[in-house]
């Protein structure tokens, strides 16, 4: 068997930045908590957990300590609430996330209808959804969907940083019949771009694809996706234990790639299993 992998795997920058912000709090001696799972990887959230990083999903069963805002960042009155209480607030929140804010806030000041492509349980749309006061905002997250959006002369699309490109280019088709001016800024993060990109290339020089990150990952489960889409055989795993190997008997060439909240190691530990089939 042949197993491939990207040029680009393990942690984005986004989550990168997140994890040291963290890790420089444990370092100060403080109480640390992350308000909701630090990221969408049950590994490393363990391991957090393990060195004292404690996720909580309400601010209110915080005393005292520090509070990360993970990358996907937070409702900014929640923020203000916390840090009014006394709490130490770090700001983690994705560059690319708040370059996404920036833009729906100027949409909303022109009076732009806003359509959000995305999902609307999403933490980071959750907060980007707080983050603005304007009421007439539409989050999709199919074409079809896009087609109840009602007409507007002047619409404003972004995208959520995570979502898949051929999925939002289907919807802005459907949006474009939607108001006679159609702003669209494709917010999808650069690093997510170019592993969607990257997947498409391996795809093509193999059978099978192997998908590893968490479960609840958005960019992990869009490029499994990806792979349905492009009708090549694929599982999606956490692990190297999710492995169904008797399916893997026979395969002759395997692309394995990680979501930008699955470490680089777990991957390896993937391809190392896959590769113990023949021996
Ligand atoms: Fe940020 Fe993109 Fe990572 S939005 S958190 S760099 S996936």
Redesign the pocket.
């Known amino acids: 068997m042949k197993v491939y992998l990207p040029s680009e795997i393990g942690f984005?920058?986004?989550?990168k930045r997140a994890l040291k912000l963290t890790y420089d709090e444990l370092k100060n001696g403080e109480k640390v908590y992350t308000l909701g799972e630090l990221i969408h990887n049950p590994y490393v959230v363990e391991d957090l957990k393990r060195k004292g990083v404690e996720p909580v999903s309400d601010p209110s069963q915080i005393k005292e300590g520090t509070v990360i805002i993970r990358?996907h960042g937070a409702d900014p009155s929640l923020i203000e609430r916390m840090k009014k209480e006394g709490l130490k607030v770090v700001d983690a929140t994705?560059?690319?996330?708040l370059k996404l804010r920036k833009i729906v806030t100027l949409l909303s000041k022109k009076s732009y209808q806003i359509v959000v492509v995305g999902l609307d349980t999403h933490p980071e749309i959750k907060g980007v959804m707080a983050s603005i006061k304007e009421k007439r905002v539409y989050v999709v997250k199919n074409p079809d969907e896009a087609k109840n959006v009602p007409y507007a002369k002047k619409i404003g699309v972004v995208v959520q940083?995570?979502e898949s490109l051929d999925n939002f280019r289907n919807i802005v088709k459907n949006l474009m019949e939607k108001g006679e001016e159609c702003r669209v800024f494709n917010t999808i993060?650069r690093?997510?771009r170019d592993r969607q990109q990257a997947l498409k290339e391996l795809v093509k020089r193999v059978e099978a694809m192997i998908i590893v990150g968490g479960y609840s990952s958005s960019?992990t489960y869009q490029l499994f996706r990806i792979c349905q889409n492009l009708k090549v055989k694929a599982q999606f795993i956490e692990g190297e234990e999710d492995l169904r190997l008797k399916e893997w008997k026979g395969v002759k060439t395997v692309g394995i790639m990680g979501g930008?909240s699955t470490p680089k190691e777990l991957i390896e530990k993937v391809k190392d299993r896959l590769l113990s089939i023949e021996s």
Do not use: A, D, L
């Not at 984005?12 to 989550?15: E, L």
């Not at 994705?94 to 996330?97: A, M, R, S, T």
């Open positions: 984005c920058f986004g989550v990358s994705c560059p690319y996330v940083t995570t993060c690093v997510i960019n930008t």
